[in-house]
């Protein structure tokens, strides 16, 4: 889809362990892990517009993770507090700090538009942005980060790396406690938990 668009000076890279043969022309690929890649390779001053994370992992919280450990910081594992979990649509556990979350509950169209009145799918008026939602949670023991993924066409959205590093920034900051990182559209969304 993006190849398609009349934007000729698009340069697009994809990043995959496993070898992908069927790119268009002109899409670069790199055969890697696509978390590490990224830590090793987004620099402030790189560039990059947009990342669109389509990994079964949340990126932005690994990537946060990667590098406040390579400052030489000791980051464990954070449970999800059950309240916030009460207060969030439909959570669903990926890993000991990790969950998915997602209004719907059920299979979206590949090809959502992500109006702002209503639920392609419903027609229902749709509830507050997943992003303000996890945003708007506060807790004395938690620091929130909350990024918002952005839609760039029908079905897929990204991250501005500027986010990312206002994310990292933040959790530099910290010296320690715990921290939690959402990434999330309007939505569908990841969170996870931290400790320093």
Same mark, same amino acid.
């Given at each position: 889809?993006?190849?398609?668009?009349?934007?000729?000076?698009?340069?697009?890279?994809?990043? %995959?362990?496993?070898?992908?043969?069927?790119?268009?022309?002109? *899409?670069?690929?790199?055969?890697?892990?696509?978390v590490e890649w990224l830590?090793?390779?987004?620099?402030?001053?790189?560039? *990059?517009?947009? /990342?669109?994370?389509?990994?079964?992992?949340?990126?932005?919280?690994?990537?946060?993770?990667?590098?406040?450990?390579?400052?030489?910081?000791?980051? $464990?594992?954070?449970?999800?507090?059950?309240?916030?979990?009460?207060?969030?649509?439909?959570?669903?556990?990926?890993?000991?700090?990790?969950?998915?979350?997602?209004?719907?509950?059920?299979?979206?169209?590949?090809?959502?538009?992500?109006?702002?009145?209503?639920?392609?799918?419903?027609?229902? *008026?749709?509830?507050?942005?997943?992003? %303000?939602? *996890?945003?708007?949670?506060?807790?004395?023991?938690?620091?929130?980060?909350?990024?918002?993924?952005?839609?760039?066409?029908?079905?897929?959205?990204?991250?501005?790396? $500027?986010?990312?590093?206002?994310?990292?920034?933040? +959790?530099?900051?910290?010296?320690?406690?715990?921290?939690? /990182?959402?990434?999330?559209?309007?939505?569908?969304?990841?969170?996870? +938990?931290?400790?320093?």
């Amino acid at each position: 889809m993006l190849t398609k668009t009349r934007l000729p000076s698009l340069e697009i890279m994809v990043v %995959d362990q496993r070898a992908v043969d069927d790119l268009p022309n002109g *899409v670069t690929f790199v055969k890697a892990d696509g978390v590490e890649w990224l830590v090793d390779n987004l620099h402030r001053n790189s560039g *990059v517009e947009w /990342i669109i994370p389509a990994l079964p992992v949340h990126l932005a919280a690994l990537w946060v993770k990667m590098k406040i450990m390579r400052d030489g910081k000791t980051l $464990d594992a954070l449970p999800i507090p059950p309240w916030i979990l009460e207060k969030l649509p439909n959570p669903y556990q990926l890993s000991k700090n990790s969950y998915a979350l997602s209004y719907a509950d059920f299979l979206c169209p590949p090809d959502c538009s992500e109006p702002d009145e209503c639920c392609t799918v419903t027609g229902r *008026v749709r509830p507050t942005p997943l992003y %303000d939602l *996890v945003g708007s949670l506060r807790t004395l023991d938690h620091k929130m980060f909350s990024l918002q993924s952005q839609q760039i066409g029908p079905g897929f959205g990204g991250l501005r790396p $500027d986010s990312l590093w206002r994310l990292l920034d933040g +959790g530099q900051s910290l010296e320690s406690g715990s921290f939690l /990182i959402s990434t999330s559209c309007k939505c569908h969304g990841l969170i996870t +938990g931290y400790r320093l």
